[in-house]
């Protein structure tokens, strides 16, 4: 098993490069980017020693499929996957602040609820609830996009107060992503599984908001099993993960939160390939697919993608 941990590829009119915690961003031309999901994984903003083979193949694929699955509620800036690691679209004016809907009680929102808050990014949340409880309806919490550092938590009104967005565009924005997680929430459904929560990007040309970035994946969301999902709360055992919470509570379970002075701790083959299968479990799930691991075409990767890129 071979990971994809970075790349460096020089494309034909190619204006600037930016490497994220996960994804390294190439421009071309100024208007256009060709986004490579490596097969890196961060956790509490922190990008982790070891690649986990096929995750960015997996990223990939879940976004690209619910990019195509929402495009009558937000037009969104894919353009092509090239292939199974790339995604090729139109670059828009991001917007500093990542949209959050959560619908049930877990991670963060958690972890402020039971340190007795119970107002979070202007929601207020009633008293009584237990980790994992579902919310009476899905909201939306938004944290600021550090341009490095952690997001942190914001409320409408500081949005509106900072000026961040005029209050059309924060309506306008927040019942977008509101009907995204809505149709997630569906499809997640019909696949047996429950989106507990999620975070949007979005972006402008022009006038025109578009959704940006990747959607629904399991490093952008979590999602629980239905099945036994009550039975479980009842109880008062834990979920069945299906996301990146898998790795956090490892982490977490062996000391690490990110903080200053904590190690990561070390990422045995083992738990590499129980990463790795843990990403493929939750592709199958979610697409209702078989997957089909793909190695990446390194060597003429550079040209494949000029090739796509020219044909768009
Ligand atoms: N269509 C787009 N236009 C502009 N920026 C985008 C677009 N799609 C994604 N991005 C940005 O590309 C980056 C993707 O890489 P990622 O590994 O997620 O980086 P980060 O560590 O900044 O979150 C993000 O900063 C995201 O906001
Ligand atoms: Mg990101």
């Not at 060709?34 to 890196?40: F, H, K, L, S, Y």
């Not at 500081?158 to 977008?176: C, D, G, V, Y």
């Not at 990007?201 to 025109?208: A, K, M, P």
Request: net charge negative; proline share 4%.
């Amino acid at each position: 098993m071979k990971a994809l941990t970075s790349t460096q590829y020089f494309f034909n009119k190619q204006t600037a490069f930016y490497r994220g915690k996960v994804r390294d961003v190439y421009t071309i031309a100024d208007n256009i980017l060709v986004i490579v999901a490596t097969d890196r994984i961060s956790a509490f903003d922190h990008v982790l020693p070891k690649s986990i083979p096929y995750k960015g193949q997996v990223l990939t694929e879940i976004a690209s499929m619910f990019l195509d699955l929402t495009t009558d509620i937000v037009p969104n800036w894919k353009l092509a996957t090239p292939d199974p690691h790339v995604t090729v679209g139109k670059r828009c004016d991001a917007i500093p602040i990542e949209f959050v809907v959560r619908q049930y009680l877990t991670g963060h929102a958690w972890r402020i609820y039971r340190d007795g808050g119970r107002l979070l990014c202007g929601n207020v949340l009633p008293d009584g609830l237990k980790e994992n409880d579902k919310l009476p309806q899905p909201i939306v919490t938004p944290a600021t996009k550090a341009i490095s550092g952690h997001d942190e938590d914001i409320s409408a009104e500081e949005i509106l107060s900072r000026k961040l967005l005029s209050p059309e565009r924060w309506e306008a924005l927040k019942n977008i992503s509101l009907r995204l997680f809505q149709r997630g929430t569906e499809y997640a459904a019909s696949k047996g599984l429950i989106l507990v929560d999620t975070k949007y990007e979005f972006g402008f040309i022009g006038d025109t908001i578009y959704l940006i970035d990747e959607i629904h994946t399991p490093d952008s969301s979590r999602y629980f099993y239905a099945d036994g999902f009550e039975e479980r709360q009842a109880n008062g055992e834990a979920q069945k993960q299906l996301s990146k919470e898998f790795v956090r509570e490892w982490l977490m379970k062996n000391g690490f939160q990110g903080k200053e002075g904590q190690q990561v701790p070390t990422m045995t083959d083992e738990v590499v390939q129980a990463i790795s299968e843990r990403y493929i479990e939750l592709y199958e799930q979610v697409s209702g697919k078989q997957f089909h691991k793909q190695s990446v075409a390194e060597a003429d990767m550079a040209s494949i993608l000029d090739q796509a890129i020219a044909a768009l």
